[in-house]
């Protein structure tokens, strides 16, 4: 965790996915497709409705197995893991899903202490500790811990789900459409606190997302599934990508707004 | 083993020695040894981290907090330095302390007291308070029940003037669902009751030379009571669980708001289709376990009591008065209100959880057999006062 690791380990990708094939019945949803995320990166997939984007997340966590390619996580093959290894391995990343998923019957202190109560049995006063840690990074207050799932608004079940997925002190974040079916000042806050924790907490982080404006506020690499492969690419390496697809997705006139805000922010910030 | 913290020095110097495992892992070892601190430090104090392994933000963020306690109003930044001279301890980091320590300070700083699992406030409620709380609670809970029915009966009386109000796509499925594809463990249930039944009391009625009576206790056993009740309890397993199971999921998917949004009314589209299919099934289901049971029992007659068939029913139709038959059936239309109405008003009570689901579901059930048992009391009583 600390700099001379980061850097050492800066030259090894985190993942690595070769030669992935997944298929539905006569349906082939990835065919052949390579990805690679290098640590201290903010990786964002896209790619149009059906594409596979979910299915390629699940593959990487391993809830999916592929007809054919490999996966590897930190240089370990997901696929080929004994029980003792996976849960390991899942230690070291943390995951949100598209709708929050946190556990209806608990509170969100509760839910954030469930996966350390499950691998790091501790008292209570420590465990709350942890609880109020996870609530101040992702931004919530102390007493927004004692809710329900059922009592919050939809920008507080991300950060709340985000606090979870932190929980464990991951290195490796994957966000399933974090800012989805949030108003655009809290999907610009939350925006923020990614890059925020992104940058304090050393992460690497890999989302999938439509929304444009967190994709070129965020993201520093891209990629995009286009006919069962992925073209991975610089930001700015995409606005001149040529494919068909890619042009539209990335030309269209919602994009060249978010585009134009983008720029306008950088300029303010920097 | 290394303990994970040591601290020396005096008067105003102070040194804290980080080494060991300072991961999530080794955050029970470090809680204690935090605990061991003094409960207040002045001067100034050096943490020095450099014997620290794999340092995590759980065991970083215990420490600060502890720290805090101490006295150390703030505890800087990871550059040793900067620091400020108001605290009563002034605290500086040194070692190649790890990157997050800035922000878990800034967070600090903003942190105060807040324990997620809080007493309730104690209450001096008396019995009797809690008699009058308990009340209430029931009176709003039979309000509730009286709300719910008067909406199924306002829909059916709306069907009068308004046919398309009456889902008939939806009542076929629901009494496909309730009542044909209950017919075959039904019928199981009935024979094999009613062949018990007559074993028992054969056993006991062939010591008297009395095995022909054998007759009469099936037939009135199985067509006043054991037909109709043992079909009402599986009915309220099967069908009564999957009604409030089916709606409470509809309610936590927002889907009946989504309905009653679109101007419909989640009533007419939901519940009264269940109630009349179940109100249509289990009479029906009623009549199959009524012939199933009389078939075992006449089984049994012919295997064990070797009473030929054409003798078990002509003893059959003695025994039998005219009202025997619709005394067991004329129950079975009010059993399966019962069974539907506490199904889906369970099913429509179901909020925000998983939980709540499950727990709705099994008091579903519960009380549905609870209920068909309970009116079946009423209806012997009721019976034998009119001599039925």
């Known amino acids: 965790m600390n700099v001379a690791n980061a850097t050492a380990a800066a030259s090894a990708p985190i993942i690595r996915v070769q030669g992935l094939v997944s298929r539905f019945g006569a349906q082939v949803v990835h065919d052949g497709l390579d990805l690679t995320v290098m640590p201290h990166e903010i990786f964002g997939i896209v790619g149009g409705s059906g594409t596979g984007k979910t299915v390629l997340l699940r593959t990487i966590l391993g809830l999916r197995v592929p007809q054919a390619g490999t996966v590897e996580l930190n240089g370990k093959n997901v696929g080929a893991l004994t029980a003792a290894e996976r849960s390991a391995l899942v230690r070291t990343y943390g995951v949100t899903f598209q709708n929050g998923a946190l556990i209806s019957s608990l509170s969100v202190a509760q839910n954030i202490q469930l996966p350390l109560r499950e691998y790091y049995p501790a008292s209570e006063e420590i ?39 932190l929980a464990l002190e991951p290195t490796l974040l994957f966000l399933d459409e974090p800012t989805a079916g949030l108003d655009p000042i809290s999907a610009a806050a939350f925006d923020e606190l990614l890059l925020y924790l992104h940058s304090e907490l050393r992460l690497t982080v890999v989302m999938i997302t439509h929304d444009l404006d967190t994709l070129f506020r965020t993201c520093s690499r891209v990629g995009v599934i286009v006919d069962g492969r992925m073209i991975t690419d610089s930001l700015d390496g ?23 805000g983008a720029q306008a922010d950088k300029g303010t910030n920097g | 083993m290394t303990a994970p913290l040591a601290l020396d020095g005096a008067g105003e110097d102070w040194r804290l020695h980080l080494s060991g495992d300072w991961s999530l892992a080794g955050m029970p070892q470090i809680d204690v040894r935090l605990k061991a601190l003094p409960a207040a430090l002045h001067g100034t104090l050096v943490c020095d981290w450099s014997g620290a392994k794999t340092p995590g933000i759980g065991p ?4 600060l907090l502890r720290l805090a306690a101490m006295g150390a109003r703030s505890t800087g930044g990871p550059a040793p330095g900067a ?74 009386g709306a069907v009068f003037t308004r046919p ?18 209950a017919i075959p463990i039904v019928s199981l249930i009935a024979f094999l009751i009613s062949v018990i039944v007559a074993y028992l009391g054969a056993q006991q009625l062939s010591r008297f030379g009395a095995d022909i009576f054998v007759v009469d206790l099936v037939t009135i056993s199985v067509l006043r009571e054991m037909g109709v009740l043992l079909t009402a309890i599986i009915v309220a397993g099967r069908s009564g669980s999957a009604f409030a199971a089916e709606i409470g999921v509809m309610q936590l998917n927002e889907e009946t708001d989504a309905l009653r949004a679109m101007g419909m009314n989640p009533i007419e589209l939901l519940v009264v289709p269940r109630v009349l299919a179940l109100i249509i099934a289990l009479p029906c289901l009623t009549v199959i376990a009524d012939a199933m049971g009389l078939a075992g029992g006449g089984l049994l007659s012919l295997l064990k009591l070797h009473i030929p068939l054409p003798q078990f029913t002509s003893r059959l139709r003695e025994s039998l008065a005219p009202t025997t038959f619709w005394a067991g059936l004329i129950k079975a239309p009010v059993f399966a209100l019962l069974i539907a109405m506490v199904g889906t008003y369970r099913g429509m009570q179901v909020r925000d959880s998983a939980r709540e689901l499950g727990r709705l579901t099994t008091v579903a059930v519960v009380q549905s057999i609870f209920l068909v048992i309970f009116a079946d009391a009423l209806f012997a009583v009721l019976f034998v006062q009119l001599d039925f």
């Open chain 2, 164 to 181: 398309r109000a009456l889902r008939v796509s939806s009542l076929a499925r629901h009494v496909y669902e309730t009542g044909v594809t």
């Open chain 2, 60 to 63: 970083a963020w215990a420490l």
């Open chain 2, 83 to 156: 620091q400020t001279t108001a605290s009563a301890l002034t605290v500086r980091h040194t070692g190649n302390p790890p990157h997050f320590l800035g922000l878990l300070t800034k967070l600090s700083a903003s942190h105060h007291e807040f324990h997620v699992a809080s007493a309730p406030a104690p209450s001096f409620e008396g019995s009797l308070g809690k008699l009058g709380r308990w009340s209430v609670l029931q009176g709003s809970y039979a309000r509730g029940v009286l709300d719910f029915f008067g909406r199924i009966v306002a829909v059916l």
């Open chain 1, 238 to 260: 995409m606005l001149k990508n040529q494919n068909p697809w890619i042009r539209e997705y990335f030309h269209g006139p919602r994009a060249r707004a978010a585009d134009k």
């Open chain 1, 127 to 165: 465990l709350d500790e942890l609880a109020q840690l996870n609530l101040a990074l992702v931004g919530l207050a102390a007493e927004d811990g004692a809710k329900f799932p059922s009592q919050l608004s939809g920008g507080m079940v991300k950060r709340a789900a985000l606090a979870r997925a």
